[in-house]
């Protein structure tokens, strides 16, 4: 089976902290994804990655970063926390082509970082 | 640009009842749908997909869809519902083509509500 880890479940963290989200897939998916959740909003995707130092901006980029140096892992980084980036953050990974591809995203668990 | 639509917010439904959480997307192309459930605090899990083929879908969990292209709809049904399956349900549609064809929009998420 797939396994997308997520590497803290809970976070709180206060304004103005950067923090760092990492995000570990084991299945060689070459597109990694960071969505953000938040209620009555559904999934928005922040960035996205097709390889390794690839990224591409999502439809929520502002005050994100991201860093992807090896396959397997993708990292989120919030450099200046805000109380508004209180929100489940959810990494997801998938294949592009190929003999495996089957389509869908496989999700991590969930990071839930509180901003104070 | 791709977009899906979840028209409620919430369904409720009695245990034993079929049940049906509605999705409608627009998307230029042949599109690729998908259905996830997510339960408290977790993250998303994968339950069916359309690509190409039947218009009638098996998932997960005993859960089914119909891909409807003229109605651009993908209602996913149960015929009997199980307390378990209360939980949020996020439809998803990918265009295979074109730019950002890596990743999934998601719609907003209904609530799903089984009573005993």
């Known amino acids: 089976d797939v396994k997308v880890t997520q590497s803290s479940r809970y976070l709180v963290k206060r304004t103005g902290e950067k923090v760092f989200l990492e995000c570990v897939q084991d299945?060689?998916?070459?597109?990694m994804f960071w969505y953000r959740q938040d209620p009555g909003l559904g999934l928005r995707l922040i960035y996205f990655?097709?390889?390794?130092?690839?990224?591409e901006k999502g439809d929520i980029p502002e005050g994100y970063s991201v860093s992807r140096e090896k396959k397997e892992r993708f990292s989120l980084i919030l450099e200046s926390a805000s109380t508004n980036q209180t929100s489940m953050y959810l990494c997801?990974?998938?294949?592009?082509?190929?003999?495996?591809?089957?389509?869908?995203?496989?999700f991590g668990e969930g990071s839930r970082l509180t901003v104070l | 640009a791709q977009s899906v639509a979840q028209p409620e917010d919430q369904v409720n439904v009695a245990e034993g009842n079929p049940l049906t959480v509605k999705c409608t997307y627009s998307?230029?192309?042949?599109?690729?749908l998908f259905w996830y459930v997510q339960y408290p605090n977790r993250g998303l899990q994968f339950l069916l997909k359309?690509?190409?083929?039947?218009?009638l879908v098996k998932g997960s969990y005993g859960f089914e869809a119909e891909f409807n292209k003229s109605q651009t709809s993908f209602h996913l049904k149960k015929p009997s519902a199980l307390v378990s399956d209360s939980a949020l349900y996020f439809c998803?549609?990918?265009?295979?083509?074109?730019?950002?064809?890596?990743?999934?929009?998601f719609g907003k998420g209904t609530k799903l509500s089984v009573i005993p």
């Open positions: 990655s097709y390889d390794v130092k690839m990224k």
């Open positions: 998803a549609v990918r265009n295979p083509s074109g730019a950002g064809s890596y990743q999934l929009t």
């Open positions: 359309y690509i190409t083929g039947d218009n």
């Open positions: 299945m060689d998916h070459e597109n």
């Open positions: 998307v230029s192309g042949n599109p690729y």
């Open positions: 997801a990974s998938s294949l592009t082509s190929g003999r495996r591809y089957t389509g869908e995203l496989f």
